[in-house]
Nanobody, 126 residues
Framework: QVQLVESGGGLVQAGGSLRLSCAAS????????MGWFRQAPGKEREFVSA???????YYSDSVKGRFSISRDNAKNTVYLQMNSLKPEDTAVYYC????????????????????WGQGTQVTVSS
């Protein structure tokens, strides 16, 4: 079991930056594929980014080049650095952890993830 707590959301103007944190307890994050998802009102939960192994990362096309995922294993924390934010990035952002067996070949699918945080709101004003 792993518990995830996100923080760092808030209100920012378009073009600004935020860094989200996802602190884990219970087990080491290095044991999991870690993902970030987001959900805007009236929309389905959407894949944003994932990290696994020593340094492998993957991004959705909508955030590639603007967002960056990273881990600090000593702090058992995953980060999502979000730059050049756009109003369409407005959503509740969730971090999630997947067992490698579940995530194999489907890291962009929310159903592959076993554990979820409570979410943090990101609002980007135009």
């Amino acid at each position: 079991q792993v518990q995830l707590v996100e923080s760092g959301g808030g209100l920012v103007q378009a073009g600004g930056s935020l860094r989200l944190s996802c602190a884990a307890s219970g087990r080491a994050l290095s044991s999991y594929v870690m993902g970030w998802f987001r959900q805007a009102p009236g929309k389905e939960r959407e894949f944003v980014s994932a990290s696994w192994g020593l340094s492998t990362t993957y991004y959705s096309d909508s955030v590639k080049g603007r967002f960056s995922i990273s881990r600090d294993n000593a702090k058992n924390t995953v980060y999502l650095q979000m730059n050049s934010l756009k109003p369409e990035d407005t959503a509740v952002y969730y971090c999630a952890a997947a067992n490698y067996a579940n995530a194999n070949g489907r890291i962009v699918n929310p159903v592959a993830y076993d554990y979820w945080g409570q979410g943090t709101q990101v609002t980007v004003s135009s």
